[in-house]
């Protein structure tokens, strides 16, 4: 395996980080306690990290309060009556594919695209397994987390109530803990906590799902069972008016709860095959986490709502206010310290008082300001390369010409983009004019430095080093591929098939204490 054919020997790899030859650099990257009270408290009621990831009051990327607005969830590239504004819609609704289809790949036995590995994608249910639009509770054997219905949980399980006793009390900070650890024992890796309070609120979409192009031009005549909107109202629980596909999140104090579903690396460096795309297995691994995770909340006395509809709980904000990782340069996913560029995220409400989160620093949005490795490998030219410009809270337009006029009640320019972020610009038309009229992508979230492995002493290095300075991260984004931690191309693709990889493609004990068995 190419892994183990680098030209790079472990002690020139070592020398290339000044850690060779008696020079001090490995007392930087050596974490410090004073005594063993520290020690004990670091540990206490949290999950394992790494020590360089360290809990900070504000989150390394700015954010500008006063420019966070609740958003439509329609108003997003990933509305077709949004991107088809660039084209035109008549042009957009004749788009096709130049690339090569899958079909002919598998006629011609193309790596990556062949029986088998398309059979994988087709049982692991696509994209968005687990996924159902059903309007009735249980829907598909009731546990479908995103059914509407089911969206406040599927209420199966006796109440305290209906058991004869009182609702469970405690702190805000056993809560935290109780619920992280009924998360991970239903598959969550971690958990990030906030309240939702006024700046938070700003975060909930006003709309929740994406507009079709039988809406162009006026997205703002769409009814409400197709854009899905959210209302904070006077009331003491979450409602939902199916008829009018409206949802009533009540003005009570709430919690919003992120949590993390690991995805499989190994595929995920295989993208944009067919058998690479099967790596998005977090809708169908999420599906028991969230759906046990609501009757557990139900259980103890308290009320909770899924991320439903679709766009109503962007995953960005809890995952970064949180601590679950920091933003990224392309601004589509975040970075985690333990999974990289591609964690699979999702939210839910509570109104179960728990204790908030921190942010952290893990040196990674700053390693993102001296790589820019996604930019280059970037199909599409979407990403903003290293130098061509810093991070800014100014909206810059696509650099496809809109043919259209703006849509109602959205920006002439930059439409899509929610303010508020100081961060680099992803033109996102452009991704997904390349998407729908050349060939799949999502190869960012394969080619990032942070999705390396953990397992040995020098990844603690590396990334451990990165989080202090940055005196070495050109040298570790130019080592990414030759140590193997690249993107995998022709039949090095199909050697997925012969490896000996963990249960869901990542190690369950990645952020465990307690292990062993």
């Not at 059914?147 to 599927?154: L, V, Y």
């Not at 696509?398 to 033109?427: F, I, N, V």
């Not at 799949?440 to 451990?464: E, P, R, S």
Request: glycine residues 10%.
């Amino acid at each position: 395996m190419s892994l183990f054919h680098s030209t790079v020997s472990r002690r020139d790899f070592m020398k290339g980080l000044g850690l060779v030859g008696g020079i001090g650099g490995a007392a930087a990257v050596t974490p410090a306690f004073h005594d063993l009270d520290e020690v004990i408290s670091a540990a206490e009621s949290t999950r394992k990290r790494a020590w360089f990831v360290k809990e900070v009051d504000e989150p390394t990327v700015e954010i500008d309060w006063a420019l966070v607005k609740r958003h439509h969830g329609g108003h997003s590239t990933q509305s077709a009556a949004v991107v088809a504004r660039y084209p035109g819609l008549e042009a957009y609704n004749a788009m096709t594919r130049s690339g090569k289809s899958d079909a002919d790949r598998m006629k011609d036995n193309e790596p990556g695209y062949r029986l088998r590995d398309a059979a994988l994608g087709s049982a692991n249910g696509g994209v968005f397994s687990g996924i159902s639009l059903a309007g009735s509770p249980g829907a598909v054997g009731g546990v479908i987390p995103t059914c509407e219905a089911d969206k406040f949980g599927r209420r199966k399980v006796q109440t305290p109530e209906q058991r004869g006793v009182p609702k469970w009390t405690g702190t805000p900070e056993e809560a935290t803990k109780m619920l992280r650890a009924v998360m991970v024992f239903f598959g969550a890796a971690n958990l990030g906590v906030g309240e939702l309070d006024d700046h938070h609120k700003n975060f909930v979409g006003l709309t929740g799902d994406n507009i079709g192009t039988q809406y162009y031009p006026n997205i703002d005549k769409a009814p409400t069972t197709v854009t899905k909107p959210v209302v904070f109202a006077d009331q003491p629980t979450f409602t939902w008016d199916q008829a009018k596909n409206i949802t009533y999140v009540p003005n009570i104090p709430l919690w919003a709860v992120t949590y993390l579903i690991p995805q499989h690396q190994e595929l995920n460096m295989r993208r944009p095959t067919v058998l690479g795309r099967t790596t998005q297995t977090r809708y169908r691994l999420r599906r028991e986490t969230t759906t046990c995770t609501q009757d557990f909340i139900t259980g103890i006395g308290y009320q909770s709502m899924a991320d439903v509809p679709y766009r109503v709980l962007p995953s960005g904000p809890g995952i970064v206010l949180g601590g679950l990782g920091e933003n990224a340069r392309h601004s589509i996913m975040t970075l985690s310290p333990e999974v990289g560029a591609f964690g699979g995220y999702f939210d839910m409400l509570t109104d179960l008082e728990l204790a908030p989160t921190k942010p952290i620093d893990a040196g990674m949005w700053r390693f993102c300001h001296s790589c820019g490795l996604c930019a280059d490998l970037c199909p599409s030219g979407s990403i903003t390369k290293k130098g061509e410009a810093e991070p800014s809270y100014e909206v810059r337009p696509s650099h496809l010409t809109p043919k259209d006029p703006p849509l109602p009640g959205m920006r002439e320019s930059g439409e899509w983009h929610k303010l508020g972020r100081k961060t680099y610009w992803t033109d996102m038309p452009g991704s997904q004019i390349y998407q729908r009229s050349v060939d799949v992508c999502n190869v960012c979230w394969g080619n990032c430095v942070f999705n390396g492995a953990n397992g040995a002493m020098i990844h603690q290095v590396v990334k451990g080093t990165a989080s202090i300075t940055p005196l070495f991260n050109a040298f570790f984004a130019a080592m990414h591929e030759p140590m193997g931690y690249g993107m995998k191309h022709g039949e090095e693709v199909e050697e997925w098939w012969n490896m000996s990889l963990p249960s869901n493609g990542f190690s369950s004990t990645m952020m465990a204490r307690h292990m062993g068995y």
